[in-house]
């Protein structure tokens, strides 16, 4: 078979391989492992099973107690298919043309079609099952608070099947010109931090100073998301949110918009015309370009190597550190995960902060303020330690370098913990530092003093340490390598997972511990705790100390042994 050769039999097996390297477990694979994949999906189905409910209750109030019926429904098509576009268009951008086995398949007796093709039937794929569990949940809601019949159902069913091609479609034809960008600026591996940078404290910024102007309107108008203002906005936005409302009034328009037969055809046109018309370009501009532009990609980063650069003998420890610095920052996915969301936290704890400070302080009291401070400057480190509990799976077809160096393991993971330690340091400083900064002055109204800075950061400080240690050995204890294409884990595994739960649980511990003793009267003995805030800091501190140092003996005793016993 030439290269030039279409092949369905080559496309399905292509498919199946993908299919099989993603989600396939040997037969070999140890209890431990399976029981895992079993605990990951009984915790995904248990958080899904509290989105449905939440979704049943908003769908109740937005349609028995307000009447907005063909208005909800435009509204949960608006924000499920623009939800659904940006999930696809990452899909595509990875799976496409970030996936490291594009290199190893062009080596193979396939075409560049045949891999386009097996690939975008995943990304299809992926995307439908996107759309049914975002979308599906709100229609059947819908069905269930308006007593719908049984054809109504199977309308549901048909418009999320038809709401499927307009993401995947805008998907494709974006993610070209992305990659492209992204091509020529690859090996500009700071100034890619650096706009990433910018770009997640810019969305996160629009998005909370957003919320909190609405929250300001409807507080100094005295109105709710019901109000008669409210309902005529809701009104006009399902008027003109094009061509979102087609979808809803296809479901329902005839009851609740009172569409006549030729209104309901016209309907069904503009969305075949839309659709044909973007799958089209999808068709012609991916078709066109996936194969130059993955072939200039593999070019680009193999050309940040071609650099002739002078072999010097550096110390073990600083040699170490470097590669470890290296390896993060010369990867798009490790530094948008660990950098940039290290160097955004402080500017998203202030404003998160802020936004909750002006909920929660004119609700309970300007007592909460500290706590609320420790609470949300821990959740959003808890972020970047979880980056920790990947150390010894991101080396991937490395590790067993790990093994041959003359470097005892535990100078390896030493470094590593040190280079994590300094990062979440640095973030809890800066963090501490803008919230400290504005809440201790006139302008942010003297919530905080300094003492609460000082040991806000002592104990978001021992806690980033303790965490970053907890990660660190469940990676130990059961690292997830990834050893095809060029190793980088692009998915959360179950290590991140079990890292946030943990960092979280503790966040909103000692964030409602210093919150409800800041008020509530307590005392142990002669020592009143309640409204005491030396007292409420000393017990977190020692708590934190003792959970630091058995974190810390937990990751270094017997380190050498543990890490030995590791096999890929």
């Known amino acids: 078979m030439t290269k030039s050769d279409f092949s369905m039999q080559s496309v399905r097996t292509l498919f199946k391989l993908d299919l099989k390297s993603r989600y396939g477990i040997s037969p070999d694979a140890g209890k431990l ?76 007796p396939v075409s560049g079609k ?72 690859k090996n500009q591996f700071l100034l890619v931090l650096i706009f990433t940078i910018i770009v997640v404290c810019a969305v996160f910024v629009f998005y909370l100073v957003s919320l909190s102007n609405v929250l300001k309107y409807l507080k100094n108008s005295n109105q709710t998301i019901f109000s008669a203002d409210m309902i005529a906005r809701y009104k006009h936005f399902a008027q003109n949110a094009y061509p979102f409302n087609w979808y809803a009034e296809i479901i329902n328009g005839r009851k609740y918009a009172g569409l006549s037969g030729g209104q309901y055809a016209l309907r069904f046109l503009y969305m075949f015309l839309i659709n044909g018309a973007l799958g089209v370009g999808a068709y012609f501009v991916t078709t066109r370009e996936y194969y130059k532009t993955i072939l200039y990609g593999i070019e680009t980063q193999k050309a940040s190597f071609k650099k002739k650069i002078k072999d010097v003998r550096r110390p073990v420890w600083y040699a170490l550190f470097r590669r470890e610095f290296y390896l993060i920052l010369r990867s798009f996915n490790y530094s948008f995960q660990y950098f940039a969301m290290a160097c955004a936290a402080p500017v998203m704890v202030f404003f998160c902060n802020r936004l909750a400070a002006s909920m929660g302080t004119e609700s309970v009291g300007a007592s909460i303020m500290p706590g609320l401070t420790l609470m949300v400057i821990v959740i959003f480190v808890t972020i970047i330690v979880s980056f920790a509990s990947t150390c010894i799976s991101r080396e991937g077809n490395c590790f067993y370098h790990t093994k041959i160096i003359p470097v005892s393991y535990t100078n390896q993971i030493l470094v590593k913990f040190l280079l994590y330690s300094m990062t979440g340091t640095l973030s809890v400083a800066l963090s501490c530092a803008v919230s400290g900064g504005y809440y201790t002055s006139e302008a942010g109204g003297h919530l905080l003093t300094p003492l609460d800075v ?99 003996a937990g990751l270094f005793v017997n380190l050498n042994k543990r890490y030995q016993k590791i096999v890929p």
């Open 114 to 185: 045949e891999i386009l093709v097996a690939k975008s039937i995943y990304c299809y794929l992926h995307n439908l099952v996107t759309c049914l569990l975002t979308m599906l949940p709100f229609y059947i809601s819908f069905g269930v608070v308006t007593h719908a019949s049984v054809g109504d159902y199977f309308a549901y069913i048909g418009i999320v099947l038809l709401s499927t091609f307009l993401p995947f479609f805008i998907a494709n034809i974006i993610a070209v010109p992305v990659m492209k960008v992204m091509n020529l600026v």
């Open 454 to 552: 000082g040991a806000i950061f002592g104990i978001a400080e021992m806690l980033v340490l303790s965490l970053t240690c907890l990660s660190m050995i469940a990676d130990i204890k059961s690292p997830t390598f990834n050893v095809s294409g060029d190793g980088e884990l692009v998915a959360a595994n179950k290590n991140v997972a079990l890292a946030l739960i943990v960092g979280i649980v503790t966040a909103i511990a000692y964030g409602l511990f210093t919150m409800l003793f800041s008020f509530f009267p307590f005392s142990i003995g002669s020592l009143v705790i309640g409204g005491n805030m030396r007292a409420i800091y000393l017990i977190l501190s020692v708590i934190t100390l003792l959970l630091l140092a058995g974190s810390l």
């Open 33 to 108: 492992k399976k029981f895992a994949q079993f605990g990951n999906i009984l915790f995904f189905v248990l958080v899904y099973a509290v989105l449905v409910v939440g979704i049943y209750y908003l769908s109740n109030v937005f349609v028995t107690r307000s009447g907005l019926r063909i208005e909800f429904l435009v509204i949960i098509a608006t924000f499920t298919i623009a939800l659904a576009t940006i999930i696809s268009t990452s899909t595509v951008i990875k799976n496409l043309y970030q996936n490291g086995d594009n290199e190893m398949l062009l080596r193979f």
